[in-house]
């Protein structure tokens, strides 16, 4: 029980930093001569509450010797503020202006005591308010793949949440714009850290049959709505991730089989399968909810591309059977559009 609350703890979710190390340096700079410019300005229109024990003039040159003093150190007390006013401007305004300039250049103390703990409330903040969006469990090879076509299909990587727990893999979905999660998606608490109740899709690609059942039987526990979609190298392991609770089961060796078969007749069968599934094919398929517009029309008859089956009930309706002479509304349709290499 222990080990679960410290693992609970310890998920939190990773994004990379929009700004680059020389953008954030500059930042740093500038933010540092704001605060600056901000105690010579207080200390130029309150001039007249300092005194100069030397020659008793305050001169502009006078006030930038005080403010760079003041801000760097504690004084030498040459020049030194003697009305209520430019003590309490001293006390409120430059002391806390000096411990921020202090954090800014001290940059080790300022990674650990302001960015670390700005990410992660950045995250936390990202994390609360995370809503249909895609989780990627298992970052090998399908996982990487996917990322990249989701990305291809205009996603915004912000909203695609990548589990594993390798550091080298995190850290690509990271430089690809993802938010990451260092934990195992088999338990509840990480799919929990990734809010999968209020996902829209789960891509399980863990790389074992059995560690990708296992995932989707822990999601499906979580979340009944959300979708499920899993890689299965197995043929037999295929019935066991539907039962499981996946929505939709990929067999990559089945998938390659197929396009090594239809090869055989000629290479462009593959070449439109592989059209098909690309997102910058010539052609693409797309899925979607029937629209009033659709209704009463075929499916071949379709406006918005050349409609090859829809799904009424549970039921799957070919374009060639009686059902699909008339789209009804709730059917899900299944259509061929233009794709992204055509414009």
């Excluded at 990379?16 to 954030?24: K, M, V, Y």
């Excluded at 540092?32 to 200390?43: N, T, Y």
């Excluded at 071949?300 to 002479?325: K, M, N, S, W």
Aim: net charge neutral; proline share 3%; charged share 25%.
């Amino acid at each position: 029980m222990l080990r679960r609350l410290r693992v609970r703890h310890d998920l939190h979710l990773r994004r990379r930093s929009r700004l680059p190390d020389w953008a954030s340096l500059a930042l740093r700079v500038v933010l540092a001569l704001a605060l600056v410019s901000i105690a010579l300005g207080g200390h130029w229109l309150d001039r007249e509450g300092l005194r100069d024990n030397i020659d008793g003039h305050i001169s502009f040159t006078d006030v930038l010797y005080f403010t760079m003093i003041t801000v760097t150190t504690v004084g030498y007390g040459d020049i030194v503020p003697v009305t209520d006013s430019a003590r309490m401007f001293d006390t409120f305004v430059v002391t806390p202006i000096r411990l921020f300039v202090w954090l800014i250049f001290l940059g080790t103390a300022y990674d650990f005591l302001l960015r670390r703990t700005w990410q992660r409330w950045r995250m936390s903040v990202i994390q609360r308010h995370l809503t249909d969006h895609v989780v990627i469990a298992g970052y090998g090879s399908s996982g990487t793949e996917a990322l990249r076509e989701l990305i291809r299909r205009g996603v915004d990587p912000a909203t695609i949440v990548v589990v594993d727990r390798s550091r080298d893999a995190l850290d690509h979905a990271e430089e690809c714009g993802a938010v990451v999660l260092d934990g195992d998606a088999t338990r509840d608490a990480t799919l929990e850290a990734a809010r999968i109740a209020q996902a829209g899709t789960l891509m399980v690609a863990a790389g074992r049959d059995d560690t990708t059942i296992l995932i989707v039987l822990t999601a499906r526990r979580l979340s009944e709505k959300v979708r499920i979609s899993a890689v299965i190298r197995s043929d037999d392991n295929e019935p066991l991730a539907r039962q499981a609770g996946a929505d939709v089961v990929i067999n990559p060796a089945s998938f390659a089989g197929l396009l090594l078969a239809g090869s055989t007749d000629g290479p462009h069968v593959a070449d439109y399968l592989t059209d098909l599934a690309a997102a910058y094919g010539r052609v693409a398929l797309r899925e979607r909810d029937a629209t009033p517009e659709d209704v009463g029309r075929p499916l071949t008859g379709l406006a918005t591309g050349l409609g090859v089956r829809l799904f009424r009930a549970g039921r799957c309706i070919g374009y060639d059977q009686p059902e699909a002479a008339r789209v009804e509304p709730g059917d899900r349709i299944v259509e061929i559009v233009r794709g992204a290499a055509i414009t």
